[in-house]
């Protein structure tokens, strides 16, 4: 075996590895708490027997604290880390169920879904409104509808550690055009109050050049359309009370 081909092996599986732990801690972070405090405290032992020094021992505390840590940014943790190597694959949601738990007084979901891997195999996976990883990672939690399929990444070998890349899916796509608009609504409502305003016509028209620069290929074509014919309008009037 060549040492090309030998150091490939031990990369892929240390990302397998790396991956599987990441995704036992986002998926179990209740559990995860203490066995990473018992794991600070075990290695604390083993070094204090070395160095014969029991101030080791803190290192029960600093597993306590990355268990702490691990409940509020285990997915985070997990979504950066399969974006960045991760490959590509797609998912669709074939079961949404609502549970008894809460998280923020609302209810938390739990998902059965199927991936297509990027060589064409079907894997069932699984995940919750608490667990799931999202990528970017944002305080919000949006999951894909039922039945539509979104894109995710995985590390390959370990197939059921998926990030959802929302900003990929198309119904992260609407959701980002939607938040898009308001400050386009916004601008057209304080110009339709004041339509002589000069102020709140360049407003607008700043609106939507932004939006259509960030977002005339994802909107709707009817939206964007209109939009264009919007901004149009307005060159129009500039240009004929400057003459």
Same mark, same amino acid.
């Given at each position: 075996?060549?040492?090309?081909? #030998?150091?490939?092996?031990?990369?892929?599986?240390?990302?397998?590895?790396?991956?599987? @732990? @990441?995704?036992? @801690?986002?998926? #179990?972070?209740?559990?995860?708490?203490?066995?990473?405090?018992?794991?600070?405290?075990? !290695?604390?032992?083993?070094?204090?027997?070395?160095?014969?020094?029991?101030?080791?021992?803190?290192?029960?505390? $600093?597993?306590?604290?990355?268990? $702490?840590? *691990?409940?509020?940014?285990?997915?985070?943790?997990?979504?950066?880390? /399969?974006?960045?190597?991760?490959?590509?694959?797609?998912?669709?949601?074939?079961?949404?169920?609502?549970?008894?738990?809460?998280? *923020?007084?609302?209810?938390?979901?739990?998902?059965? &879904?199927?991936?297509?891997?990027?060589?064409?195999?079907?894997?069932? !996976?699984?995940?919750?409104? =608490?667990?799931?990883?999202?990528?970017?990672?944002? *305080?919000?939690?949006?999951?894909?509808?039922?039945?539509?399929?979104? $894109?995710?990444?995985?590390? %390959?070998?370990?197939?059921?550690?998926?990030?959802?890349?929302?900003?990929?899916? %198309?119904?992260?796509?609407?959701? /980002?055009? =939607?938040?898009? +608009? $308001? %400050?386009?609504?916004?601008?057209?409502?304080?110009?339709?109050?004041?339509?002589?305003?000069?102020?709140?016509?360049?407003?607008?028209?700043?609106?939507? #050049?932004?939006?259509?620069?960030? #977002?005339?290929?994802?909107?709707?074509?009817? @939206?964007? &359309?209109?939009? +264009?014919?919007?901004?149009?309008?307005?060159? +129009?009037?500039?240009?004929?009370?400057?003459?």
């Amino acid at each position: 075996m060549s040492a090309a081909i #030998h150091a490939i092996i031990v990369y892929a599986g240390r990302m397998i590895a790396l991956s599987a @732990l @990441l995704y036992f @801690l986002s998926q #179990h972070f209740l559990l995860s708490m203490p066995l990473l405090t018992l794991c600070g405290l075990a !290695i604390g032992a083993a070094i204090t027997r070395w160095r014969a020094n029991s101030a080791w021992f803190v290192l029960g505390i $600093v597993g306590f604290l990355i268990g $702490v840590f *691990n409940i509020i940014t285990g997915s985070m943790v997990n979504a950066i880390f /399969l974006n960045a190597f991760g490959i590509y694959g797609t998912a669709v949601i074939t079961h949404a169920e609502e549970t008894n738990s809460q998280l *923020n007084n609302q209810n938390i979901w739990a998902y059965d &879904a199927v991936m297509k891997t990027a060589d064409g195999r079907d894997i069932r !996976i699984s995940f919750d409104t =608490m667990s799931a990883s999202l990528y970017p990672p944002r *305080n919000e939690i949006n999951i894909p509808p039922t039945g539509e399929r979104f $894109v995710v990444k995985y590390i %390959p070998g370990f197939e059921r550690n998926v990030a959802i890349m929302r900003d990929e899916s %198309p119904y992260g796509k609407r959701q /980002l055009v =939607m938040k898009a +608009r $308001v %400050p386009v609504d916004r601008a057209a409502a304080q110009l339709a109050a004041s339509p002589d305003n000069e102020a709140f016509k360049q407003e607008y028209r700043d609106a939507l #050049h932004q939006f259509l620069d960030s #977002h005339g290929e994802d909107a709707p074509p009817g @939206l964007a &359309a209109r939009y +264009r014919d919007e901004l149009q309008a307005l060159d +129009r009037k500039a240009s004929t009370q400057e003459r």
